[in-house]
């Protein structure tokens, strides 16, 4: 049982790790998106869309990243652009994600997509125990492994990663040293919204093969609070998507196997599970990007 929590856990964390990733970048930028929620959603059902039009799970996730850069867009444009207030807006975005799935998506409620296909690693996928874990998944599964060092190396070994840096604790350095922080901002918010529509087609797509209304549960909300309390550290950021994949995938395996506990404990589970790892983790005291918290004191 434990190996196919934890499988089903690397599994369905993938779902909410690129979002993570995707708002970790805004953070580091200095800007909090609370509109990672309506993203996904938009991501989710673009997904779906397109996965049915074109019978190709590929194109489906392609056009779910897509659609969180639209999502992400209208965020840039009223919090970047006309200096709107990050929390507001973010909820305005999420409530208008909310309705425009709801009354588009109708349509296709419950409706079959493609799935992508599992690809075990050669090999690898013999290893007791963390081969069945580690290496029997989907490619989407396999390129979030790969995402966690490739944000890491960009954010701190890269020219670009270090102006995303500067932007989120000193803005006005970064334009007193002739470049832009509103176009960095602008950027990041584009970059995370590509993630945070991947991962909510992954999640319809890669996971649930269908569309329903509001189907990602809070999952963009989640992923803002991952990172907050991982204290903007990639690894760390990674690991609470993966914890939170797997108490959902506990849940599911005593549900499935008739342990008697309460369903409403179930449901609650991996966000208070979660919560506490993260609360825990978080008890050293880490400085957040300065420009974050003057934007979200100020703004």
Do not use: C
């Not at 995402?147 to 020219?159: D, M, V």
């Not at 991962?199 to 569309?211: C, E, F, P, R, T």
């Amino acid at each position: 049982m434990i190996e196919i929590i934890f499988a089903s856990g690397i599994a369905v964390g993938t779902a909410l790790l690129f979002p993570s990733l995707g708002e970790l970048i805004n953070q580091r930028a200095g800007v909090t998106n609370l509109g990672t929620e309506g993203g996904m959603l938009g991501g989710a059902l673009a997904g779906v869309i397109a996965g049915l039009a074109t019978g190709s799970a590929w194109w489906g996730l392609a056009a779910g990243a897509l659609a969180g850069v639209a999502v992400a867009a209208i965020f840039a444009w009223a919090v970047v652009l006309r200096g709107g207030n990050q929390l507001a807006s973010g909820l305005i975005v999420w409530f208008l994600m909310l309705g425009l799935t709801s009354v588009i998506g109708r349509d296709y409620v419950g409706q079959g997509v493609t799935s992508l296909s599992t690809m075990p690693i050669p090999v690898l996928a013999e290893i007791p125990f963390l081969g069945r874990v580690l290496f029997t998944h989907d490619p989407l599964v396999y390129g979030g492994f790969l995402a966690i060092p490739l944000l890491w190396w960009f954010l701190t070994r890269t020219r670009a990663g270090l102006k995303v840096r500067a932007t989120g604790e000193r803005p006005l350095v970064v334009d007193a040293a002739g470049h832009s922080a509103v176009r960095t901002q602008f950027t990041a918010l584009l970059a995370g919204g590509a993630l945070t529509g991947l991962g909510g087609a992954y999640l319809s797509v890669g996971q649930v093969g269908n569309w329903s209304t509001d189907m990602t549960n809070g999952y963009g909300f989640v992923a803002v609070a991952v990172v907050i309390f991982s204290a903007w550290r990639v690894g760390w950021t990674a690991g609470g998507a993966y914890l939170f994949g797997a108490m959902i995938a506990t849940a599911s395996v005593l549900q499935a196997r008739g342990f008697a506990v309460n369903q409403h404990l179930l449901d609650a589970l991996p966000y208070l599970v979660t919560l506490v790892v993260l609360v825990i983790i978080s008890a050293r005291r880490v400085q957040q990007p300065e420009a974050l918290s003057a934007a979200l004191s100020t703004r």
